[in-house]
């Protein structure tokens, strides 16, 4: 069951992709600022920001504030230094032939190089839908089975998995993300809305009661909280098409700014309030603290339809990894169904959001949002005499790889306590 993509004879033409192959093609509709602001926000807001409340309340607020406001900051800068080395390889070249992060890592590094942004690619997206598999079983389980019972024999988690499986099935056998788009529109609408309601909610809960807050929680859940705030600013992989889209590219750097700064605010007020709401009873999934009603209970939903619909727009990009190198390039339905089944499996498997989340924020976008940014930026400039930002890049790669070896450690245990 493989099939070739498009049915036009111009596409039937084309060649198939091959190793240096940019993934995009040109944008035949360049984007406003507005726009490209937008798309910032679109493409680095999800699920990981129903997180932070719980990370707050094992990190601290102060200290969890501190924490995204740091990552803010790095992962801006990281995502300048994709755009500084693609800029600067097109200076050599003369021409642009780098539209995505596989790109630059090929143009850099060869085939090797184009392997290590892959596997990174998979798993990171791969990462996302486990997350919002885990979501969305554990919502419909507190909003129609909170007593614990099961639900046709299974557990409840596993009945809502398993329940929607086959409907994965047909929306991720779609080949174009084309006819996903006005889902993926409802799905962002949606998220805000969302947001903007928990945050009410919260503000209420606040003036009613004090509770009994932590401002730092010690040096020993600083990687697990460096792990969730990495996680919710995921999409370094879209700054590239996100600016090569961009009508005015001089000033990219300065909306990309904008975007994170407005984000980040966001992600504070939504984390310090969702924990100044509950304290100590803050839970991985800061929706199940709103309790039962009407408006509670079309939140939640609303969030579940959300990442439901936006579970195989994140998976596009494993499929076409998969397709590329596996398939030459052809659309191949089993594979497709092998993969959401393998997704499905972790996400059974896991029994922890927020600690999913630290775990795949401290592993695979770590070494995508600042390792290999910083490494990719060394190789292109090693020959200019800028020490300063040299230094930098060096001190992120390594600063790097101690977050992923010792956060992803202390995330897996996390994950193994809490199933003992």
């Not at 600022?33 to 937008?38: H, I, N, R």
């Not at 809305?193 to 919260?202: F, L």
């Amino acid at each position: 069951m493989v099939f070739e993509k498009g049915g036009s004879s111009t596409e039937a033409l084309s060649p198939l992709p091959r190793e240096e192959t940019p993934l995009l093609g040109k944008a035949s509709h360049l984007s406003s600022q507005p726009k490209t602001f937008a798309n910032v926000f679109i493409a680095i807001v999800g699920a990981g920001v129903l997180g932070l409340p719980y990370t707050f309340k094992k990190t601290g607020w102060a200290f969890g504030v501190l924490m995204i406001v740091a990552v803010s900051i790095a992962t801006y800068h990281c995502m300048m230094l994709l755009v500084y080395s693609r800029r600067k390889l097109e200076s050599l070249q003369g021409f642009s032939k780098i539209n995505s992060f596989g790109d630059l890592a090929f143009s850099i590094c060869g085939s090797i190089g184009r392997i290590a942004a892959d596997v990174m690619i998979v798993l990171s997206q791969a990462g996302f839908c486990v997350s919002y598999l885990m979501f969305i079983a554990n919502t419909m389980a507190y909003v129609f089975n909170s007593s614990g019972d099961t639900v046709m024999g299974f557990k409840p988690k596993a009945f809502y998995i398993w329940a929607g499986f086959p409907f994965q099935l047909g929306l991720n056998s779609i080949p174009t993300l084309t006819h996903l788009a006005p889902l993926s529109i409802f799905a962002d609408v949606v998220d805000i809305g969302a947001m903007g309601i928990v945050m009410v909610e919260d503000v209420q809960i606040i003036t009613k009661q004090q509770q009994d807050l932590l401002a730092f929680g010690g040096w020993n859940v600083l990687f697990y909280g460096l792990g969730v705030a990495i996680y919710a600013f995921e999409g370094v992989g879209m700054v590239l098409p996100l600016e090569t889209e961009a009508k005015n590219k001089e000033k990219f750097g300065r909306v990309l700014g904008l975007s994170m700064i407005f984000i980040c605010l966001m992600y504070v007020s939504f984390g310090v309030l969702g924990y100044f709401a509950f304290g100590d009873e803050t839970k991985d999934i800061i929706t199940t603290n709103l309790g039962f009603g009407l408006l509670s209970n079309l939140v939640q939903l609303g969030l579940c339809v959300n990442l439901y619909f936006t579970f195989p727009i994140m998976m596009n990009p494993v499929y076409e990894v998969f397709e590329r190198r596996f398939f030459e390039g052809r659309y191949c339905v089993w594979q497709r169904w092998l993969v959401v089944l393998l997704v499905s499996l972790v996400a059974l498997s896991v029994p922890n959001f927020a600690d999913f989340l630290s775990l795949v924020g401290s592993s695979v976008c770590v070494m995508l949002g600042f390792v290999l940014p910083a490494l990719f930026h060394l190789m292109v400039f090693k020959d200019e005499r800028n020490y300063r930002g040299l230094i930098l890049d060096a001190v992120i790669l390594i600063i790097g790889l101690i977050i992923v070896i010792y956060g992803t450690w202390s995330s897996l245990m996390g994950i193994f306590y809490a199933r003992d």
